[in-house]
């Protein structure tokens, strides 16, 4: 049988192998192991189902470690090597999920995981226990069932992904992405192949002038107004920005959103007293090709013109994180092999799209330099919604496509 063919057939052969039920099992498990991280609560966090994760690895026979990214926010990391040189393949996913809000909302609890009507429902199902439980079922059935693979798999299950990122942070910081030549990030996209990840700017304008009595308005000095020519004057650049750039083919447009103005900065606001500081927050969603740092200064710049002729009021802006856009080529070999792994799961040609907002794959790619695809079970627009659900057979394919797709990784 010729080389490609025989590749072809212990995709298929290991691709089928992924039990279905099992899958669905695991993420059950999963979603019934609350990881809402609330700050203060210092038991709200990764911590429990992090220990089930590890403790079911290694029952699976799994090398695992974990690796404590914050106090109590322990990333797990389970390596399997075949013995032979060859690709290395990082597979991740996150454990925290966001809170499940009002629970008298939700048709369903949150935290049962329950099937109904061929959907997992939970807080998480979509985003993303339901790929994070694809992914380890079909890298463990690669392991059982593959053979002749040449190379490494490296499961990560990293905390932190709603929040600042610092797992995936401190995953690269430790050097646990060196050696390694592409990664799948299994969030929740349809199963469609993303090569494109929108980047992120979070960026505070503060407007500093001085406190005065709502009667006396001339004894101090206003920011306000300062504040509100600032965030007309955003429109016009986010106008200029998308002209230059136009629609990107899998993102579409950059956006330039004031999100929360607030006037006191701190403390509680009084209709008698005009406040002595005002802050504008800006979430600045970009597309490849834009300069991070030339927006970061167009940024000052607009907020020091809208400061400038008001006596006694000063601006400065302040990054707040910097999260870079990523774009993967399609000759990437991790790329092919998942696109061959969608052709032979689902019979069809893949579907490409690009991810809206940033994952842990960001990071992979922008300080690890791994080629990233970004591909799961789930509608984008599901997760952190009331009766967040995946499709029982979307989860399952996601499994098989990415037992498939680490076939062909690992088969050179």
Not at 64 to 79: C, F, H, L, M
Not at 87 to 112: C, K, M, N, Q
Not at 178 to 189: I, K, N, Q, Y
Not at 323 to 333: F, G, I, K, S, V
């Amino acid at each position: 049988m010729p080389e490609r063919a025989a590749v072809d057939e212990q995709a298929r052969r290991v691709a089928a192998a992924v039990d279905a039920a099992q899958v669905v099992e695991l993420a059950r498990r999963l979603i019934r192991i609350p990881s809402v991280v609330r700050p203060g609560d210092p038991r709200a966090n990764e911590a429990q189902v992090a220990a089930f994760l590890a403790e079911e690895l290694e029952r699976r026979g799994w090398t695992v470690s974990v690796q404590e990214a914050a106090p109590g926010r322990p990333n797990v990391v389970a390596d399997w090597d075949t013995g032979e040189p060859g690709f290395g393949l990082i597979v991740e996913g996150h454990t925290d999920v966001v809170t499940e809000g009002d629970r008298s909302a939700w048709s369903y609890d949150p935290f049962a995981g329950e099937v109904v009507g061929g959907r997992l429902y939970g807080r998480g199902a979509c985003d993303m226990k339901g790929g994070l439980a694809a992914a380890v079922v079909a890298v463990d059935t690669v392991r059982r069932a593959g053979h002749g693979l040449r190379g490494r798999v490296r499961l990560a299950a990293l905390v932190d992904e709603e929040g600042m990122m610092e797992g995936v942070k401190a995953f690269v910081r430790a050097g646990l992405a060196d050696g390694f030549h592409g990664a799948v990030v299994c969030e929740p996209e349809q199963n469609e192949v993303c090569l494109a990840q929108k980047g992120a700017l979070r960026v505070l304008a503060v407007f500093r002038g001085r406190q005065a009595h709502g009667a006396m308005p001339y004894a101090g000095s206003n920011p306000l107004p300062a504040a509100a020519r600032f965030v007309l004057a955003l429109s016009e650049l986010q106008a200029a920005e998308q002209l230059r750039t136009g629609a990107h083919p899998l993102l579409g447009l950059p956006w330039i959103t004031p999100t929360t103005i607030r006037a006191p900065a701190h403390g509680d606001a009084q209709f008698n007293v005009m406040a002595g500081e005002a802050q504008v927050t800006v979430d600045l969603r970009t597309v490849p090709g834009q300069n991070h740092g030339a927006l970061l200064q167009a940024l000052q710049d607009l907020a020091e013109r809208a400061a400038a002729g008001q006596e006694g009021v000063e601006a400065l802006t302040e990054l707040v994180e910097d999260r870079p856009w990523t774009e993967t080529p399609r000759e990437a070999p991790v790329v092919r092999a998942v696109e061959r792994a969608v052709r032979l799961v689902t019979g069809r040609e893949p579907r490409y799209g690009g991810v809206p907002g940033c994952t842990d794959g960001t990071f992979l790619w922008a300080w690890a330099g791994l080629p990233v695809v970004v591909l799961g079970p789930g509608k984008r627009e599901i997760p952190h919604q009331v009766d967040e659900y995946v499709d029982v057979d979307e989860l399952v394919e996601a499994a098989r496509i990415y037992a498939a797709a680490v076939v062909y990784a690992l088969s050179g």
